[in-house]
């Protein structure tokens, strides 16, 4: 490597070389090894967040076989559209990662629509982590200390752990990609020790039949049996639990910038927190489900269904103790503040790219970043944000709670399919990088396009008879408004496109030349008193 100048260390950089060429600054700090940008994309899944707090929706929707075989369905086509991104992500990575690879794919317009829904879905899905959170922290805290544990104080929690994450994002990068490592230690460890425990501990298990094939249908809607199409429409919204836990992988795309070698880095990182998501969440699933406590079938399905969003609680204090539930509780607990600090850290990374290049309102104030080289005002603005969406489960827990989670994967997801279709029909002539798929994208994306279609159709339909619009007897707390949301959003900034933004929205626009680019690195590092960067 070149020694004297910032600007000769910035030549001898591939990463850097090759943000340059994207058309960016190396404005981030690059701190991230391979293992720390799987660890957070690993973390924002977590298996020990999204699977146990959204548990009551795949067993009230589904039951047993909505948890176990509805868990490998969906995790096996994630995996498919994981790699599909993967190999968009080696050959773009930057921070701005979906919207700006559909602006190269495409043009401004496909960059627009994705950078919207990804950035709600980003804020939804940082949200419903959150609230998930609270759900668990008020029930330890309510075993420990008798703390109330009903909605008024759940949303009270959910405050102050929101707060708690938007802290820890203001630390350097350094900080959170080392908490990010030991989260995906924490998780990996803490799934090993809650199977065992509710292996060892319980007198009672289910048996392999129930595990495996008892169905439950506590949605209102007539069918508790596999002849019956409406049970097949109530399994159905019970994937939500297993697509809900199983999104924000993206998010190693997001920290490309800080990633070194994050041409191979960030795509491997993406599809191989999933595949080892799949495989441990598995694990859980069988855990808890074979843990749940009852003489017959029918005390088992009563009592997990009374316990509704507070069921995995249920299962740990009634198959073992109040002591077991609350070590079990308190492990869960630290693995979904570290998701929550992840997930902001990753929606902020979004919101600062798609603010660089102009797409937000306000964009100059969401693109600063402080002397540590963290864009601070975008972590408040997705903090804020984030918690204003989860205000409705002050009257409504519940509902809320799994409308947000609708929210979070339509939003999520239709970012996701738009660069996959375009890169699919790009066909050959697509520009590959240090990491790809040969050929097999020609039926992998097709196959991821038709399950995100699938998933999020699924996702806008009535939970309940009574949340039929208009039908009589129609009752808005137990409506599903995520079309009301997910609509209104995108009447919102695309008829803001249709009037205004196509007329200056340039998608991702060039900070400058080459020499342009490395002045301004020179004098940032100058300006933050840092030293220049080097390649890992």
């Known amino acids: 490597m070149s020694t004297g100048t910032a600007a000769d260390s910035h030549r001898s950089s591939e990463d850097e070389q090759l943000l340059h060429r994207l058309g960016y600054a190396q404005e981030l700090f690059r701190a991230m090894k391979a293992f720390q ?4 994309s690993f973390t924002i899944i977590s298996i020990l967040a999204g699977c146990l707090t959204s548990y009551y929706i795949a067993f009230q929707y589904g039951g047993p076989i909505a948890v176990t075989w509805g868990w490998l369905i969906v995790g096996g086509f994630c995996i498919i559209v994981s790699l599909s991104l993967a190999e968009i992500a080696s050959t773009y990575p930057t921070a701005g990662g979906l919207y700006y690879w559909s602006s190269k794919l495409g043009n401004a317009a496909w960059g627009w629509f994705t950078g919207w829904f990804n950035l709600i879905g980003q804020i939804a899905v940082t949200a419903a982590i959150g609230y998930g959170l609270a759900i668990f922290a008020t029930s330890l805290l309510n075993l420990l ?14 405050t102050v752990v929101m707060v708690a994450a938007l802290a820890f994002n203001l630390f350097d990068v350094s900080i959170t990609s080392l908490l990010n490592s030991i989260s995906a230690w924490w998780h990996m460890a803490g799934v090993a020790f809650i199977v065992i425990v509710l292996i060892v501990v319980p007198d009672h298990h289910r048996s ?7 169905t439950i249908n506590n949605s209102g809607f007539q069918g508790h049996n596999f002849g019956n199409i409406m049970f097949w429409y109530v399994f159905g919204i019970g994937l939500l639990m297993a697509q809900y836990t199983i999104t924000g992988y993206d998010a190693s795309a997001h920290m490309s910038e800080e990633t070194h070698d994050a041409s191979r880095g960030a795509a491997v990182g993406m ?15 069988l855990g808890v489900t074979f843990a749940i406590p009852g003489r017959t079938v029918a005390q088992a399905n009563a009592g997990a269904i009374a316990a509704g969003g507070n069921v995995v609680t249920y ?19 630290v693995a979904q503040l570290f998701c929550l600090t992840a997930s902001v850290t990753s929606a902020s990374r979004m919101m600062f790219a798609f603010s660089r290049d102009g797409a937000v309102p306000g964009w100059r104030m969401w693109r600063k970043i402080g002397r540590n080289r963290v864009p601070w005002v975008a972590v408040v603005a997705i903090g804020t944000l984030s918690w204003l969406l989860m205000v409705p489960t ?3 827990n519940l509902a809320g709670y799994l409308v947000g989670t609708s929210i979070a994967v339509i939003g999520l997801y239709i970012a996701f399919a738009i660069p996959i279709y375009l890169r699919w029909r790009q066909g050959e002539a697509f ?4 990491w790809h798929l040969g050929k097999h994208y020609r039926w992998m994306d097709p196959v991821s396009l038709v399950w995100i279609a699938v998933v999020c159709i699924l996702f806008m339909l009535p939970i309940a008879p009574s949340g039929i619009p208009f039908k009589k007897g129609f009752d808005w707390n137990i409506a599903n408004y995520a079309p009301v949301t997910v609509g209104g959003a995108f009447l919102l900034f695309g008829g803001w496109f249709a009037l205004s933004a196509k007329k200056w929205f340039q998608g991702p626009v060039r900070m400058g030349s080459e020499d342009e680019l490395e002045r301004l690195e020179a004098e940032q590092e100058k300006q933050f008193d840092l030293p220049a960067e080097s390649p890992a």
């Open 37 to 40: 940008n799987f660890a957070i």
């Open 145 to 158: 200390w008798s703390y109330p544990n009903n909605k008024h104080y759940i949303f009270l929690t959910y």
């Open 208 to 214: 392999i039949g129930y595990v495996f094939g008892q």
């Open 271 to 285: 599809y191989m927190s999933v595949v080892v998501s799949v495989i441990f969440g598995f694990v859980l699933l």
């Open 315 to 333: 299962i740990w204090q009634t198959a073992m103790s109040n002591r077991w539930a609350e070590l079990l509780l308190f492990i869960c607990c």
């Open 394 to 396: 002050w009257w409504n």
């Open 431 to 434: 520009e590959r990088r240090a």
